[in-house]
Nanobody, 115 residues
Framework: QVQLVESGGGLVQPGGSLRLSCAASLSFFNLYPMDWYHQAPGKQRELVASITSGGVTNYVDSVKGRFTISRDNAKNMVYLQMNNLKPEDTGVYYC?????????WGQGTQVTVSS
């Protein structure tokens, strides 16, 4: 059974930084692209960053230059480094993986950007 557990959220002032972590219990983790999604209050969940099995990354325009996704295949971990945070980055961040049969989600971690 696939489990994804996020951590690292919290309250931060605008311009601050946070590093989110996702621990994945997933066989052959290194073979799967991994994604981070963001759900702002009252809005739909949105893909903000993804990383392929080979380490190629993609970002939504609103976070380019501020967020960095990375992975450590030896530890089955995915990270999202978030810098220069803005109030609109507030919301729940979810780690996710598409196994081919099913998309799995973690429980999410809350990020609040406010002064």
């Amino acid at each position: 059974q696939v489990q994804l557990v996020e951590s690292g959220g919290g309250l931060v002032q605008p311009g601050g930084s946070l590093r989110l972590s996702c621990a994945a219990s997933l066989s052959f983790f290194n073979l799967y692209p991994m994604d981070w999604y963001h759900q702002a209050p009252g809005k739909q969940r949105e893909l903000v960053a993804s990383i392929t099995s080979g380490g190629v990354t993609n970002y939504v325009d609103s976070v380019k230059g501020r967020f960095t996704i990375s992975r450590d295949n030896a530890k089955n971990m995915v990270y999202l480094q978030m810098n220069n945070l803005k109030p609109e980055d507030t919301g729940v961040y979810y780690c996710s993986v598409d196994s081919g049969n099913l998309r799995y989600w973690g429980q999410g971690t809350q990020v609040t950007v406010s002064s």
